[in-house]
């Protein structure tokens, strides 16, 4: 479910795939395939994305609603 979540974030922050891709410093045809669930996302994105949004990791994958 953490692909809903990503998308999610990435829309409420005003932001697009592309600016995403580039913090993280990968290409932008793999971050959509994060949000589209066809490829698992690393832990080290994964942390990085939770420290942009400010929210727990545990929030971008599912496990709890409180961000």
Known sequence: MYFRRLRDLR???DK????IADYLQIAQTVYSRYE???Q???VEHLIKLA???SVTTD???GRTDKK
């Open 16 to 19: 697009k795939q592309v600016d």
């Open 59 to 61: 929030y971008i994958l």
């Open 51 to 53: 420290d942009f949004y």
């Open 36 to 38: 589209r669930g066809f």
């Open 11 to 13: 829309e409420d922050n």
């Open 40 to 42: 698992t996302i690393p």
